[in-house]
């Protein structure tokens, strides 16, 4: 097959799933997942993400997968409206090196005066770090800027009355992991610290917590680096609770409300928005098209192998 010699920056792929005809059924949560930037296996990760997530919960997907050049802003964040319509914002993506004030405030702004909550996995903590605005910080709950060696993390469960918490056990360990440095804020509530086993006074961070800024709920975790740690049954169950907190979809017990659960689901096709390097959107209706249509996607090498 001959491509097309232009560069996919953007791509973001609907996920529709039909839920059971219960009287109890809600539409479904309308989920965007931002995810990208290298240093990590976003690709797998996009899929371990979506399909643990809308296993567990009543949550429809759409996703960016996107790399941008060191600096350069990514073009999700472009784009007018680009969080309306959604409940939650899942960020997944590494975007260190852009630091203009503005456009870091900008994608605050969004979830602080929508309202749409955030979810905000391992390297997240990290995106906007080289910026001076705090805005991004006061959205996540924490200030990190580095991260110490990669072992198998010891989780503590230390907000065992928290509903996202209820059911996780008191301490579990990663197969693998790598820590980040956490300063809490006082906005946030930690529900979890890790560190390496046997050094826990040496090594201890806040690991998981949530954060309420204006509007935005926040559910995050630096736990996330390697896809063996995603794949925990354990984990997932982790982020399935923290996405419905975030929505305000997670009752008491820990539970998701009615109408949020797990439900019988039916798989429609998948539909691609496409957004391509001159600034041109294209849409198709399936796959097959987009595959037809001889793009060709940029990708950024996962674990710092550039």
């Known amino acids: 097959m001959t491509f097309r010699s232009i560069t996919l920056t953007f791509l ?30 976003y690709v797998t990760q996009k899929k371990i993400v979506t399909e643990g997530v809308s296993a567990r919960a009543n949550v429809d ?12 802003y990514p073009k999700i964040y472009q784009q007018k409206d680009w969080i309306k319509g959604f409940d939650v914002v899942v960020h ?23 309202g749409v909550g955030a979810v905000m996995i391992h390297c997240a903590m990290h995106t906007f770090r080289d910026g001076k605005t705090k805005e991004w910080d006061k959205l996540v ?6 991260h110490g060696a990669k072992f198998p993390i010891v989780v503590k469960n230390v907000g065992a009355k928290h509903p996202v918490m209820l059911g996780t056990p008191a301490t579990w360990t990663t197969p693998k992991g790598e820590l980040y440095h956490t300063t809490i804020l006082p906005s946030a509530t930690a529900l979890a610290v890790g560190f390496k086993d046997g050094q826990q006074d040496e090594t201890k961070q806040a690991c998981i917590w949530v954060n309420e800024y204006g509007k935005a709920r926040t559910f995050a975790t630096t736990l996330g680096h ?6 925990q049954e354990g984990y997932l169950d982790l982020l399935t609770r923290g996405l419905l907190w ?4 997670l009752d008491a017990n820990g539970k998701p409300a009615a109408g ?11 539909k691609f928005r496409v957004l391509l390097a001159n600034g041109r959107t294209e849409r198709f209706g399936t796959g097959r098209e987009l595959i037809r249509s001889g793009l060709t996607l940029d990708f950024v090498p996962c674990c710092g192998n550039e």
């Open 12 to 41: 973001a792929a609907g996920v529709a799933l039909a839920g059971s005809a219960s009287a109890e059924d809600k539409a479904p949560l309308r989920a965007l997942l931002i995810t990208g930037g290298g240093y990590h296996d």
């Open 61 to 72: 997907w759409e996703f960016v997968l996107e790399n941008p050049k060191k600096g350069e």
């Open 92 to 114: 997944n993506e590494c975007y260190a090196k852009y630091s203009e004030d503005e456009g870091i405030n900008s994608v605050v702004k969004a979830h602080v005066e929508n």
């Open 141 to 146: 709950g924490v200030e990190s800027r580095r």
């Open 226 to 231: 390697h896809n063996e740690t995603m794949l």
């Open 246 to 249: 975030s929505c305000g979809k």
């Open 260 to 270: 949020y659960g797990k439900t019988a689901r039916l798989e429609r096709d998948v």
